[in-house]
Structures are given as C-alpha cells and as structure tokens.
C-alpha cells in the first residue's frame, strides 16, 4: 500500500507540474462584448412649444366716402356760350358780346 500511495502521489505531482506549466505558455486571450444594455426608460426632455397665434377679426367698419366736388368743364362753357348770355355761340349773332342778343 506504501507503493500505492507513493505512486499516486507521483502522479498527481506530475499532473500538477503539468498544469503549472499550461499558464507559462505566450498567449494573451482579450474578450469584448458590445451588447445592447438592459432596457432602461428615459423620459425625453421637456420642449417649450409657443402657443399658437389667435387672430381676431377687426370689426368692418363702414366709412362713409367723401363726396366728389368738380366743376364742369372751362371749355365747354367757353366754347359754347362765350359771353355767357344763355344763348350757344352757333344761334348768337355776337358770339363775344355780352350785352348783345
């Protein structure tokens, strides 16, 4: 049995130095995981929006037009009735005097 003994302890003395000698060999190992995080909810940030312009209608209000003043015109009168007697130019005998019919 000390032979048994002795043996497995061998054995496992060999296993162990075998494996202490697995990390010493050259190998760098580098692990990067992008992944989408747990969901989390995030209120969105407050936005001023101005409120809409009213518009109100002016009341129509109704204004009266000004009335059109204008006298007739010169030259009709100076070329019908030059002296102004009331009688046309074509039917008065003195077309230019006023104090003759």
Avoid at 42 to 60: E, H, L, S, W
Wanted: hydrophobic share 40%; proline share 17%; aromatic share 10%.
């Amino acid at each position: 049995m000390k032979k048994f003994l002795a043996l497995s302890a061998a054995l496992l003395a060999g296993a162990g130095m075998m494996l202490a000698a697995a990390p010493a060999m050259a190998r760098v190992n580098v692990d990067v995981n992008l992944g989408i995080p747990a969901p989390v909810y995030v209120a969105p940030q407050p936005v001023y929006v101005p409120p809409r312009p009213v518009y109100v209608a002016p009341r129509p209000v109704y204004v009266a037009p000004e009335p059109v003043y204008y006298s007739p015109r010169p030259h009709h009168r100076r070329w019908h009735d030059r002296d102004r007697d009331g009688v046309p130019d074509r039917f008065d005998r003195h077309p230019r005097n006023p104090y003759r019919d």
